[in-house]
């Protein structure tokens, strides 16, 4: 584990905080959705830019390298021209799964609220901006 910068608060001494943890590894803006997308399985870096158009190359890079070196990330490097890297979730990235999903229910529930940043995806992982805010929509009108 990295050293802390999360800045989530202190727990008291000599106690763990289970949730500044998960925070610490799962935290931030942008690898909450990147594990979602692993969900559905391996991904490609630029398969990340398209998901997530307002990621910069160098933030990508970062919080890919530090759920790497979290060990909730696998980077797979393919010997061929042109090169080829898949970054796919570990058995123990998998262990997030259901607080992903649950994430992703809350956001479900009350995204609406805010503008996203990325692409929703539906249960195959191919929904558009646009039907994301018409879902949206007919959530509210209900």
């Not at 979730?89 to 992903?100: A, D, H, K, M």
């Given at each position: 584990m990295r050293d802390?910068?999360?800045?989530?608060?202190?727990?008291?001494?000599?106690?763990?905080c289970p949730v500044?943890?998960?925070l610490d590894v799962i935290g931030g803006k942008w690898k909450g959705m990147l594990l979602y997308h692993m969900i559905e399985g391996p991904k490609r870096f630029n398969e990340?830019?398209?998901?997530c158009p307002t990621i910069t190359q160098r933030m990508l890079t970062l919080q890919l390298r530090e759920l790497e070196k979290?060990?909730?990330?696998?980077r797979e490097v393919y010997q061929q021209v042109p090169p080829k890297v898949e970054y796919s979730?570990?058995?123990?990235?998998?262990?997030?799964?259901?607080?992903?999903q649950s994430m992703r229910a809350w956001?479900?529930?009350?995204g609406g609220r805010q503008a996203g940043t990325c692409e929703a995806a539906g249960s195959n992982g191919t929904m558009e901006k646009g039907q994301a805010v018409e879902a949206e929509a007919a959530e509210a009108a209900k």
């Open positions: 802390r910068k999360s800045g989530y608060g202190e727990c008291p001494e000599g106690e763990g500044e943890f998960t990340f830019r398209r998901i979290d060990g909730i990330v696998h979730l570990t058995e123990f990235g998998r262990t997030l799964e259901p607080i992903v956001g479900e529930k009350y």
